[in-house]
């Protein structure tokens, strides 16, 4: 019954034989008469990277703490490797923790910090040395070993944090919100050494953000929850081009909303009407909906193309902005839910082609996904 369960609405079977690194059976978590996390059902291929994406409050946090064993669940069960983990608690679950602030001790160097779990599990202290040496080298450290937290800087801070996880050899490692401290440029920098990292050592790894473009560049699947709920698990591309729903849709990237109307079905794809332009997408979402229906249509800022006056979508010029290797570009629209569409345009031309003022045609050249309109 629970493997059944587990493959309805968000998680489709797996059509591979691949073993499963974690399983989430049906896990809920009440605070009082507040439902934090409803019922969540989840499989995580062993040795993949899995992104929890949503905003503040949807959730993910508390499925984190959960899997660490530092809340406890109000039902269902989680696995890691195969074994029940539901009631085991947080010191036996062989599971590293990366947190938001990194929770590093200020009085200890960099070895004893990472160190530590091994020395509290008994570890003798000569492999403890050999195996934090290793660990260091990893994280590109070997040379701070006897430095003391404040004396890094919160790049190498990090690093110390990601050690000190995987130090103990876990089953299983947890990055919360890892990069919030750190400036644009080194947090990329940093988003791809933990990713070469965690591929290096083939540890299965759940992240939690609230980044879309962090998710969608790490991780080999994304689970995005909102109000408590798991909306869709996907790959990145699965999650940004065809997604469920329309918090799925709106949360993950830009987009544009466009008035539209179901004009008909074929198998598994459909047809909507905006205006005059016909747009073709996936059937599942307008499932039960009649022709003529209303609907809403999703299009991503890259999945259109600006043209000729009398093309596509009417519209007028309204803004550029220069993004460097391409330009987003305004188009004032009444085809449009608010009134202007945003263009993502490659290159640096569009400013000169397409002028503010100049009325244009704005035509799908991609992906794009129709729902049901919100309920009044």
């Known amino acids: ?79 890691v490797d195969g074994q029940l983990m539901t009631e085991t608690p947080p010191y036996a679950r062989e599971i590293g923790v990366v947190f938001q602030n990194y929770a590093l001790f200020p009085h200890m160097s960099v070895e004893k910090n990472v160190g530590y779990g091994l020395a509290a599990r008994g570890v003798p202290k000569r492999e403890i040395a050999s195996r934090v040496a290793d660990m260091l080298a990893l994280v590109k450290l070997s040379d701070f070993g006897h430095r003391k937290p404040k004396e890094l800087s919160g790049g190498q801070q990090q690093r110390v944090a990601l050690a000190r996880a995987l130090v103990i050899r876990p089953k299983l490692l947890l990055l919360d919100e890892p990069f919030s401290a750190l400036d644009k440029n080194l947090r990329g920098a940093m988003q791809v050494e933990i990713k070469e990292i965690q591929r290096s050592l083939g540890v299965t790894t759940i992240f939690v953000t609230h980044d879309q473009s962090e998710a969608l560049s790490m991780s080999d699947r994304i689970a995005v929850m909102s109000a408590g709920r798991i909306r869709q698990v996907g790959t990145p591309d699965e ?37 005059a332009v016909r747009v073709e997408v996936p059937a599942g979402t307008v499932d039960g909906l009649a022709p003529g229906a209303a609907v809403d249509l999703f299009v991503r800022p890259d999945a259109l193309a600006i043209g000729e006056k009398g093309s596509g979508f009417p519209g007028t010029i309204a803004a550029h902005v220069y993004q460097g290797s391409h330009v987003d570009v305004l188009v004032d629209s009444p085809a449009t839910t608010g009134g202007r569409l945003l263009v993502r345009v490659p290159g640096t031309q569009a400013p000169h082609r397409w002028p503010v003022g100049q009325a244009v045609g704005v035509t799908p050249t991609g992906d794009a996904v129709a729902f049901p309109p919100e309920a009044a």
């Open 239 to 275: 999650i940004y081009r065809r997604p469920t729903d329309r918090f799925v849709a709106s949360f993950v990237g830009d987009v544009n909303v466009l008035p539209a109307k179901l004009e008909r079905r074929l198998d598994d794809r459909a047809s909507v009407m905006v205006g």
């Open 1 to 79: 019954m629970a493997a059944e369960r587990l493959h309805t609405g968000t998680e489709a079977p797996a059509a591979t034989s691949a073993r499963v690194g974690v399983q989430i059976d049906g896990v809920t978590k009440k605070f009082g008469a507040f439902t934090a996390l409803h019922e969540a059902w989840l499989k995580i291929e062993q040795g993949s990277f899995m992104t929890l994406l949503g905003p503040s409050g949807c959730g993910k946090t508390t499925l984190l703490n959960l899997l660490a064993g530092f809340l406890e669940a109000n039902g269902g069960e989680i696995f």
